[in-house]
């Protein structure tokens, strides 16, 4: 064997000793979720699951209690989608125009307001909660699923602002003159030229801001109402009822259910996020 | 239809208080229908920023500008009618080529048929008919230069700009876009303004040419005028190459003919005025002369196939020799010089200004 073959075969072990790493909580979950409760109480948590026991996925989606309500994980799913889909979208548009503004339509005091703004990318959130759910009261949405978007959009929006500002500074400002010149406005020149060299970018954002939102707990366990908690917190006042006996088949399901959508999205954009790096025309 | 271009008392200043810088001090050009005036002149000396003031992409701190009698001054760029070259192309990446040319077309709400027809006939004079499907990042650095002007072209505008639009290209492509641009504007006849730092470009496109530096004209006039009559030593230096030699000396009213005096050599030459002055000699006005009491030692032989330059070290610094490859001359040879003709350009060894 020689030194090229060593080091390849370096490189695959520390790959796959990480995906071992990675996966094997993924396996144990699965796996769990699978067994019956007689297996579980064997105890032995890798092997695999003799029965393919789909009730303890119906049981969290639908049936599983929390205390007294016995609805399963299916309303705080859709409180979280009903979240969680608003908040990204608007906090990845709000982002597109600031870094569009703050890049390419320079003011007096641009920099300096992204300065500020960048400010926001680093702020610990716990700081906001009192003055938040002050701000929420005021306006009338506190416990509601429109104040859990607005407070997503507002802490998502210095982040978004950050990727599509750097993104955009990138692109070269003699564009923007020519089509100035050939006549196309501001929204024009965003919607035309600017945006649909976005791809990447629109990507990444998308994916980012959808995995904060979704798995975001903070803001989820401070802000909402009995009627829109979202998934997380189901999740866990779930896992933390107790009764006689701990259904970690039911909970593990439960979590991947939880987990899914993160998952597809990045699946799904993904390969838009690499067709879109690729197929990338900027340079001249 | 072609326009005229008034520039008159154009000042641009950046920053404030002690740190104001002014780029552009007091530029008068115009510019009549049809003409071809080129920008020329060293980095930052505010060529490119009097292109974007005629754009419309920068405003000037004071002065006045029309295109075509109308003052455009606060009219934004879209309004007047303007179609721009940029050094980079600034082709827009997502659209095909047809699209980059009809985008203007399309921002003025040209119907679609007529729009298509004009691309068509846009692309057949720059014969780029087998592209028009095509991505920018797909082509050539020539294609997309095509491209680039044809976007300029479709607009039929009334004013054509052009930033440096050459000079990301290779020697050989850069020669035959010259040419091109050339027969363009001939067939367009449309009033073009036109930057660059290259001094062979200017010669070979313009109708006239503006050369700058430091936000001042220092001289306008046509190829001509501006390679034999430079205004001052700054334009006789940056015009020509290899650049016009110049020599420091005295001039002297002895009898009935003039002498020009320098250290190591006399020339018998019409001096405009007595006192200090300096020569200035193209090196194709100098000649090798066996027999002349100027003399130096060669020092440099650079043949170029067509001429051969020849550097000689003399008393007053180095001379540039134009000759033609033929002359037997070898580095390190002690050579005689002479001047002929009436090509002597005379400046004032202080201001730099063209005397006579």
């Known amino acids: 064997m020689n030194a090229k073959n060593l080091a390849r075969l370096g490189v695959y072990s520390v790959l796959l000793v990480a995906a071992f790493f990675f996966l094997a909580p993924l396996y144990v979950m699965l796996a769990t979720s699978f067994k019956d409760a007689e297996q579980i109480r064997s105890g032995n948590l890798l092997s695999l699951p003799t029965s393919m026991n789909l009730e303890s996925w119906a049981l969290a989606w639908s049936t599983a209690c929390t205390g007294v309500d016995c609805r399963g994980l299916k309303p705080y799913f859709w409180n979280s989608m009903a979240m969680a889909v608003p908040a990204v979208l608007i906090s990845t548009a709000w982002g597109a125009i600031n870094g569009y503004v703050l890049s390419m339509w320079k003011f007096r005091g641009s920099d300096v307001l992204f300065g500020f703004i960048l400010f926001g990318v680093f702020m610990p959130f716990q700081v906001v909660l009192l003055p938040m759910s002050q701000v929420l009261?005021?306006?009338?949405?506190?416990?509601?699923?429109?104040?859990?978007?607005?407070?997503?959009?507002?802490?998502?929006?210095?982040?978004?602002?950050?990727?599509?500002?750097?993104?955009?500074?990138?692109?070269?400002?003699?564009?923007?003159?020519?089509?100035?010149?050939?006549?196309?406005?501001?929204?024009?020149?965003?919607?035309?030229?600017?945006?649909p060299m976005s791809t990447p970018i629109l990507m990444v954002t998308l994916i980012w801001q959808f995995t904060n939102i979704w798995n975001d707990f903070l803001f989820g366990v401070a802000f909402s109402g009995a009627d829109s908690k979202p998934i997380t917190v189901g999740l866990n006042n779930m896992a933390n009822t107790t009764s006689s006996v701990k259904n970690y088949n039911v909970d593990m399901a439960a979590a991947i259910i939880a987990g899914l959508p993160t998952m597809l999205v990045y699946v799904l954009a993904g390969q838009y996020f690499v067709k879109g790096l690729t197929a990338g025309a900027v340079k001249g | 239809m072609a326009a005229s271009l008034h520039i008159a008392g154009i000042r641009k200043v950046y920053g404030k208080g002690d740190k104001a810088v002014e780029v552009l001090k007091k530029i008068e050009i115009d510019v009549?229908?049809?003409?071809?005036?080129?920008?020329?002149?060293?980095?930052?000396?505010?060529?490119?920023?009097?292109?974007?003031?005629?754009?419309?992409?920068?405003?000037?701190?004071?002065?006045?500008?029309?295109?075509?009698?109308?003052?455009?001054?606060?009219?934004?760029?879209?309004?007047?009618?303007?179609?721009?070259?940029?050094?980079?192309?600034?082709?827009?990446?997502?659209?095909?080529?047809?699209?980059?040319?009809?985008?203007?077309?399309?921002?003025?709400?040209?119907?679609?048929?007529?729009?298509?027809?004009?691309?068509?006939?846009?692309?057949?004079?720059?014969?780029?008919?087998?592209?028009?499907?095509?991505?920018?990042?797909?082509?050539?650095?020539?294609?997309?230069?095509?491209?680039?002007?044809?976007?300029?072209?479709?607009?039929?505008?009334?004013?054509?700009?052009?930033?440096?639009?050459?000079?990301?290209?290779?020697?050989?492509?850069?020669?035959?876009?010259?040419?091109?641009?050339?027969?363009?504007?001939?067939?367009?006849?449309?009033?073009?303004?036109?930057?660059?730092?290259?001094?062979?470009?200017?010669?070979?496109?313009?109708?006239?040419?503006?050369?700058?530096?430091?936000?001042?004209?220092?001289?306008?006039g046509t190829p001509d005028e501006i390679y034999r009559r430079p205004a001052n030593t700054y334009v006789a230096g940056f015009i020509g190459s290899p650049t016009m030699n110049f020599i420091a000396g005295e001039a002297y009213f002895a009898g009935a003919e003039a002498a020009f005096r320098f250290e190591g050599g006399v020339l018998q030459l019409p001096c405009p005025q007595a006192g200090r002055i300096t020569l200035g000699q193209r090196p194709e006005h100098i000649h090798l002369d066996a027999g002349a009491p100027w003399r130096g030692e060669v020092i440099l032989v650079e043949p170029t196939g067509a001429d051969t330059f020849v550097v000689v070290k003399t008393g007053v610094g180095l001379i540039t020799v134009r000759t033609v490859p033929s002359a037997q001359v070898a580095v390190g040879d002690n050579v005689g010089m002479s001047v002929s003709g009436n090509h002597n350009n005379w400046f004032d060894s202080q201001s730099g200004l063209r005397v006579g």
């Open chain 1, 137 to 195: 009261g005021y306006l009338g949405l506190s416990s509601s699923v429109a104040g859990l978007v607005l407070v997503h959009c507002l802490a998502g929006m210095a982040g978004t602002t950050l990727f599509f500002r750097n993104y955009y500074t990138a692109i070269p400002r003699e564009l923007v003159n020519a089509a100035r010149m050939d006549g196309a406005g501001f929204w024009r020149i965003f919607y035309r030229i600017v945006i």
């Open chain 2, 32 to 220: 009549a229908p049809g003409e071809f005036l080129i920008l020329v002149g060293p980095s930052g000396c505010g060529k490119s920023t009097l292109l974007n003031i005629i754009a419309g992409l920068e405003d000037p701190t004071e002065g006045e500008l029309k295109i075509g009698g109308k003052n455009v001054i606060g009219v934004a760029p879209a309004q007047r009618d303007i179609a721009m070259v940029f050094q980079s192309y600034a082709l827009y990446p997502t659209m095909s080529v047809a699209d980059n040319i009809g985008f203007a077309l399309e921002m003025r709400k040209v119907p679609p048929e007529v729009r298509k027809q004009r691309i068509d006939q846009v692309a057949e004079m720059l014969q780029i008919k087998h592209l028009l499907d095509r991505r920018p990042a797909q082509l050539s650095g020539g294609q997309r230069q095509r491209v680039a002007m044809g976007r300029a072209l479709a607009r039929d505008p009334q004013l054509f700009l052009f930033d440096e639009p050459l000079s990301n290209l290779d020697a050989k492509l850069r020669v035959e876009m010259r040419a091109e641009i050339k027969r363009l504007h001939h067939l367009s006849g449309i009033t073009s303004v036109y930057v660059t730092h290259d001094q062979i470009e200017a010669m070979t496109l313009g109708s006239r040419i503006a050369v700058m530096k430091d936000g001042i004209l220092q001289q306008i």
